[in-house]
Antibody, heavy 120, light 109 residues
Framework: VQLLESGGGLVQPGGSLRLSCAAS????????VNWVRQAPGKGLEWVSS????????FYADSVKGRFSISRDNSKNTLYLQMNSLRAEDTALYYC??????????????WGQGTLVTVSA | EIVLTQSPATLSVSPGERATLSCRAS???????LAWYQQKPGQAPRLLIY???TRATGIPDRFSGSGSGTEFTLTISSLQSEDFAVYYC??????????FGQGTKLEIK
């Protein structure tokens, strides 16, 4: 199993960014996938989850209305569209595979993360 | 939202000794929905334990989890050098959101 995140970078407050996570080594559309972030020197914060079909999506209150999770099962790729970015969104963003088709929170494989920095 | 409080924040233990890490939930969590993760510096987290006591694939049997309700424990029976890391508990019982504890740093004494 491999999960490779990309798309991070430096963005100004109020700006937008789209993260991607390319998956391989498993049947992508059989499993839910999540985004989890970690601010510098801090703990883990779950951000969003999407079911294997893409039909069910969930968000943390801190990003609801600003972030949008999606997936393209034909490309084995997960996305996170991030709008109206704030300084507090600065973090390393991990893509994490769920153990089940529907989101369960049991995150059995993780990527290495992509860094998002929101600063003027 | 269920808040998880881990203790201690930092634990200093000598190699070969036993380490006991605690995770307390602000409300009851079904044992089926409590997990532990290990994170080493510069690395992604790794799933250690799920269902409060089931080891994930490839996890050595010196790692064990226990507990129920609001009190959960991760025990490492004989610490190896590679076990020194930060450990997080996580609940998946009442969501969204899935919540993590703030972490316990296990350091070499």
């Amino acid at each position: 199993v491999q999960l490779l995140e990309s798309g991070g970078g430096l963005v100004q407050p109020g700006g937008s960014l789209r993260l991607s996570c390319a998956a391989s080594g498993f049947t992508f559309d059989n499993f839910a996938v999540n985004w989890v972030r970690q601010a510098p020197g801090k703990g883990l914060e779950w951000v969003s989850s999407i079911s294997g079909s893409g039909g069910d999506t969930f968000y943390a209150d801190s990003v609801k209305g600003r972030f949008s999770i999606s997936r393209d099962n034909s490309k084995n790729t997960l996305y996170l569209q991030m709008n109206s970015l704030r300084a507090e969104d600065t973090a390393l963003y991990y893509c994490a595979k769920d153990s089940y088709f529907y989101s369960s929170g049991q995150l059995d494989y993780w990527g290495q993360g992509t860094l998002v920095t929101v600063s003027a | 939202e269920i808040v998880l409080t881990q203790s201690p924040a930092t634990l200093s233990v000598s190699p070969g000794e036993r380490a006991t890490l605690s995770c307390r939930a602000s409300q009851s969590v079904s044992s089926s929905y409590l997990a532990w993760y290990q994170q080493k510096p510069g690395q992604a987290p790794r799933l250690l334990i799920y269902g409060a006591s089931t080891r994930a694939t490839g996890i050595p049997d010196r790692f064990s989890g226990s507990g129920s309700g609001t009190e959960f424990t991760l025990t490492i029976s004989s610490l190896q050098s590679e076990d020194f890391a930060v450990y997080y508990c996580q609940q998946c019982n009442s969501w969204p959101p899935y919540t993590f504890g703030q972490g316990t740093k296990l350091e070499i004494k």
